[in-house]
């Protein structure tokens, strides 16, 4: 919420998307002021900030925006009221067509007989929009546009290009000031420049959307997923793997051809069947399930998988690790009973409470509840949302949670992990659903203790999300200094000269056999150079071998955050280290 001073010294609590709305509409207004033949679209506002898209005849320069900005500041000045007023259907797209914005009348077009069509006005500039809006433009005081690209007319590749302007506005510099300081550091922890720079993964244009994964970023992917597997095998989960590619009628049945089939990549084989590369792992846990019977003394039975998986995201969507074509997810597909739901969520919360407490993030869980379209049995419903308010009453304090009404998959409730990271962004990570629908899609069925058959309810999650994503976050959130026990290299050895070498060596490989990951740089530099560079290598730890060491048969030990911390004997040195890796400090 944001609280805005109006005249008088009256102040009110608004939403932000209210605030960046009317801001929005600021903006399309002084782009009218400044380019009469510009044509609007649609302006929201969204997560930060807001964009509007216009059709002009050249793409807009930084000179533009500049000057773009400059007329806001002009018509915020002016404190011009907004004013609501509706139209009947016909005289709104009467209205805009003598405004002669064809993109206006479109939507208006497509609006259903008989519903509301507002409009807002501020001096000259009037738009179609449902609002709400702030009272007056003055009520925005300090706005900022942030850049301009391309987009397509409802997103669609073939409809006309637009361009877009993002900004962002708050009711106070100071905050806008503070927002500005955080887009510049999140620029500096930006995991696409820090994976090239640290030599962790790239993309090339021959694989769009796939990460290329170098030695130290493969590294670090499996540690992760050690972790991972290792916490999961102690909560009974059994790892499997399934086909990467799978027939049509396997898609057909789980409902995903029907509803996903763009975003799939689809193949002919040689007798001319259509398959696809999987972009979910669901129906190959069902198939592990039905490959066998089931008696409800085996359930829950937890089938976890991290397979590969492929997603046709359109190329104008991806985003680094963010959003990719091809990734891990550390999945999960647990088959339970009606009266295991509650115990099954809390295990699955307690799993995600250790693991996001690993790497010191705070997370915020949401209960989406049963919508209009739900499929199924109210009473099963209602149960399970039941079971799954219990659950986060018992673990998670208040403001750990909320609710949103409605907001659930047809198929049952779910609860979405939100994490936020050392600026402040929050990320939609893991998700834990409940699913009515797959298992009697695929007729599943186990037998109960009257030796009667009955369909399991199935529960799909994942944590991280994926392990690309997640490392592309946490890339961001440590810049790239990662705790010792996840860092690719966690030592560099660096001989002082060429009369170390032998005992450098020694020492390296020394901590190799005792398992840690070690890098030797015995390069004919100076050792300021040597250092330097490991620092911005993020090295976690830097043992400086010179005479004095290896007369004292010991180490100069020199920490990343500390600096130098002395010489001391590489058995303390071990000691010290090991505990730090043990505690999995960050």
Not at 133 to 141: D, E, M, Q, R
Request: glycine fraction near 6%; aromatic fraction near 10%.
């Amino acid at each position: 919420m944001f609280k805005v001073k109006l005249h008088g010294g009256r102040t009110m609590e608004v939403e932000e998307n209210m605030y960046w709305h009317t801001t929005s509409h600021i903006m399309a207004q002084a782009v009218k002021r400044l380019f009469p033949k510009a044509k609007v679209t649609i302006g929201p506002a969204i997560e930060n900030g807001f964009y509007y898209d216009f059709d002009v005849e050249t793409p807009f320069s930084e000179e533009d925006l500049k000057s773009i900005e400059e007329e806001m500041k002009k018509i915020i000045k002016e404190d011009l009221e907004i004013e609501r007023f509706e139209l009947p259907k016909e005289e709104a797209i009467q209205f805009m067509k003598e405004k002669d914005e064809p993109y206006k009348v479109e939507l208006i077009e497509e609006l259903p007989e008989g519903e509301v069509i507002s409009f807002y006005k501020q001096g000259e500039f009037t738009d179609l929009c449902r609002g709400p809006h702030l009272p007056t433009t003055g009520a925005v005081k300090a706005v900022k546009l942030l850049s301009s690209s391309g987009a397509y007319w409802r997103g669609d590749e073939h409809n006309k290009m637009l361009q877009r302007i993002y900004g962002i506005s708050f009711p106070k510099a100071s905050e806008l000031d503070e927002y500005l300081n955080m887009i510049e550091e999140a620029k500096k922890r930006d995991h696409r420049k820090l994976g090239k720079e640290l030599d962790l993964f790239f993309f090339d244009e021959t694989a769009p959307g796939m990460a290329y994964w170098m030695p130290k970023g493969f590294k670090m992917m499996n540690i992760l997923i050690d972790l991972w597997r290792k916490e999961h095998e102690k909560r009974g989960y059994l790892e499997f793997s399934g086909p990467q590619l799978n027939s049509s009628e396997l898609w057909k049945t789980s409902g995903h051809w029907d509803h996903y089939k763009e975003d799939m990549f689809v193949l002919t084989d040689s007798d001319g069947k259509e398959q696809a590369l999987k972009p979910m792992n669901c129906p190959n846990a069902i198939k592990i399930f039905a490959s066998k019977l089931r008696s409800y003394k085996d359930l829950p039975l937890r089938f976890n998988d991290i397979d590969v998986i492929h997603r046709n995201e359109k190329s104008g969507q991806l985003n680094g690790l963010f959003r990719v074509r091809m990734f891990r997810q550390d999945d999960a597909h647990n088959f339970i009973t009606q009266d295991q739901i509650g115990s099954e969520i809390k295990d699955i919360i307690e799993i995600a409470k250790y693991l996001y407490g690993i790497f010191g993030l705070d997370f915020e869980l949401t209960l989406s509840t049963r919508p209009d379209d739900f499929m199924g049995d109210i009473k099963l419903w209602n149960e399970a949302e039941a079971n799954l308010r219990e659950v986060l009453d018992e673990l998670c304090e208040k403001d750990q949670y909320r609710v949103n009404e409605g907001d659930g998959a047809f198929y049952g409730p779910k609860i979405d992990i939100k994490m936020k990271d050392c600026l402040g962004r929050e990320w939609q990570m893991g998700t834990v659903q409940v699913d009515f629908q797959l298992p009697l899609r695929f007729n599943l069925s186990y037998i109960d203790s009257n030796g009667e058959k009955k369909t399991p309810i199935l529960i799909h999650r994942a944590l991280f999300g994926s392990f690309e994503r997640f490392i592309g976050i946490i890339t961001e959130h440590f810049a790239g200094a990662f705790p010792l026990w996840l860092a690719p290299i966690q030592i560099k050895v660096l001989p002082i000269s060429d009369n170390q070498k032998e005992y450098a060596k020694d020492i390296t490989e020394n901590l190799i056999q005792k398992g840690y990951r070690v890098e030797l740089d015995d390069r004919q530099e100076k050792i300021g150079y040597k250092i330097r560079e490991a620092q911005l290598s993020k090295v976690p730890y830097m043992l400086i071998l010179g005479e004095k060491e290896v007369e004292a048969n010991a180490v100069g030990v020199r920490a990343r955050k500390e600096g130098d911390i002395g010489q001391m004997e590489l058995d303390t040195f071990v000691s010290k280290i090991q505990e730090e890796i043990d505690s999995k400090k960050v």
